[in-house]
């Protein structure tokens, strides 16, 4: 079947926050953009808390009343017991907007997709990047599959927005340092009563720890953080052992035991890890492909939009031949990244 061509100035791969945030930016100052999503936005996606900051990055996107229009779930601090049986508190009342949200991901992401769509970005849903290589002019040349079939993209800029599995990067060669295994399992509950919102409460464990929380509509959900290598050992994919080990916790499952117990789970990787370089001339990364956070920091989607600001910067100024954007956009991943692990061992 022969190919279908097209052509842009960036190719986005991954319609996350970062990838969906760099494209509208990238769009609204002319740039011609594909941006490709494996998904329709209808599975599951991990990561729902945006703390108050979040709010002036989404009014400098101009998405603040989309967003709102998504039905946000306030919350106002997150619970904890950790490395004791009785729970803390700590609460956003410090910060002038008072409350962070939780948010409906597969919504929140599409809401983002389509602003950007509405700008000008090309959308491809249900596209997967298949391979690429290198074309003359410091171009790239990706060949993708849709369901229309297949199709190839000549780019000048190819950003990764594939997440945690940086799927680009590694086709490019681009080692990473990881600092752990930890992987999430988690399980979503059914709605009870959609007028209360549970609080983020994070609960530790021998094994690792829980998190679950409230999502909008009433959904609640659960995921029990641990290394990969325990998971296994302790068969906890299985909802049967997951199960079990929640209804060992106190204050996780007091907050679940009237919901049904689940049939399924989702397993991701949640390891903290860096690329060794996060951009090059004509290609860099965003978001999770670029820096892994510990899902504790609760900062993923706020990291995401972040890196999505500071990229559409990096890839105007290669555009106008500023190649020591390339060193200094490395430069500050490194420092984000060795930022957070003195963070995370405090």
Known sequence: MPLNHTAADVLVVGAGPAGAALSLRLARVGCSVVLLERSAFEEFRVGESLPPAAAARLQRLG???????????????????????????????????????????????AMLTSAAEVAG????????????????????????????GELRIDCRFLVDATGRSARLCRRLGVGRLRTDRLI???????EISPSEALPSRIEAHP??????AGLPGGRSIAIFFTDSDLGARLGL????????????????????????????????????????????????????????????????ID????????????????ADGRAESVDAYHTEARSDFEAYLRQHRA
């Open 207 to 212: 094994f690792g720890w829980w998190y679950s």
């Open 184 to 190: 999430g399992i988690s399980a979503m509950f059914a």
């Open 121 to 148: 970005t090309r959308v491809l849903r249900r596209t997967c990047a298949r391979s690429l290589e290198p074309s003359p002019g410091k171009r790239w040349s990706v060949t993708a599959a849709s369901p229309e």
């Open 237 to 300: 994919t299985r909802p049967a052992a997951w199960s079990r080990l929640l209804e060992e916790s106190r204050h996780t499952h007091g907050r679940l035991s009237a919901r049904v117990p689940p049939r399924s789970l989702a397993v991701f990787p949640a390891a903290g890890h860096r690329l060794d370089r996060g951009a090059g001339d004509s290609w860099l990364a965003i978001g999770d492909a670029l820096i892994g956070r510990d899902p504790l920091s609760s900062s993923g």
């Open 303 to 318: 990291f995401a939009l972040a890196t999505a600001e500071r990229a559409s910067s990096v890839l105007c100024a290669l």
């Open 63 to 109: 998405v603040w009343e989309a967003f709102l229009q998504t039905g946000p779930a306030p919350v106002y601090g997150v619970q904890s017991a950790w490395g004791t049986g009785e729970l803390d508190s700590s609460t956003f009342l410090g910060d002038p907007l008072l409350n962070g949200w939780h948010v409906d991901r597969p919504l929140f992401d």
